[in-house]
């Protein structure tokens, strides 16, 4: 089955600046990359996916990128704030629902 | 809309009891997910239903698992009998085909067996 590396495991940034998270899949096939955020006490939620046919894609201060012949992908939050302290999972999968999700970030962003 | 709505939101059994763990996703959704998140194995996907009909539950780590969907508006997921390592935050989740593959969570029960 698909195996999703993310790292690192933990990050701490100054605010205002930008955070980078990297996560490298193995099934090849694999063709939707979703990026969640879970909050203290809650349930993951999405906060931005590519598919395989896009090489980048941006929604306000976050971005994604993936480079498929690297199986790798990642997240970028640029002008971090203090409510962007979270857990971020990146997960992969060949079919939409059939998700794999990388261990986890933990970013705390320092005020 | 509620969003998926998970119940109990904690639990704290011995070992050796039932535990039903309970959901009712978002309606219209006809896609109802089960995951299990630990700080040792992160998510795991146990079980997903389409149209109330279990597609892949290779994700359900024994027997003593088992999950039902008896219609489109909840879903159980059951351990009988529980064990200490099945200690766990365990997720809902739904989503509909019209999100592509956006995935809904609720707010997940936090199990303890002592």
């Known amino acids: 089955g698909e195996n999703v590396e993310q790292h690192p495991s933990t990050l701490s940034v100054q605010e205002g600046d930008s955070a980078v998270i990297k996560c490298t899949y193995s099934d090849s096939a694999s063709n939707y990359f979703p990026w969640y955020k879970q909050e203290l006490g809650k349930g993951p939620q999405l906060i931005i996916d590519i598919r395989s046919n896009v090489g980048e894609k941006k929604d306000q201060r976050i971005a994604v990128t993936l480079n498929k012949t690297a199986k790798h992908f990642s997240l970028h939050i640029t002008e971090t704030q203090p409510e962007d302290s979270a857990v971020y999972f990146c997960a992969a999968s060949r079919e939409d629902y059939k998700l794999s999700f990388g261990a986890g970030t933990t970013v705390t962003v320092r005020a | 809309d509620a969003g998926v709505i998970q119940s109990p939101r904690h639990e704290v059994t011995e070992m050796g009891q039932e535990v039903t763990l309970r959901c009712k996703p978002i309606?219209?959704?006809?896609?109802l997910f089960w995951y299990r998140q630990t700080m040792m194995r992160g998510l795991e996907l146990l079980i997903y239903?389409?149209?109330?009909?279990?597609?892949?539950d290779s994700g359900m780590p024994e027997d003593r698992f088992s999950a039902k969907m008896p219609n489109a508006s909840f879903s159980t997921l059951k351990i009988q009998p529980s064990e200490p390592r099945d200690s766990a935050v365990y997720f809902c989740?739904?989503?509909?085909?019209?999100?592509?593959?956006?995935?809904?969570f609720g707010e997940g029960s936090r199990l303890t067996v002592l």
């Open positions: 989740a739904s989503s509909g085909t019209e999100n592509t593959g956006e995935l809904f």
């Open positions: 309606s219209g959704h006809d896609y």
């Open positions: 239903f389409n149209n109330n009909v279990p597609i892949d």
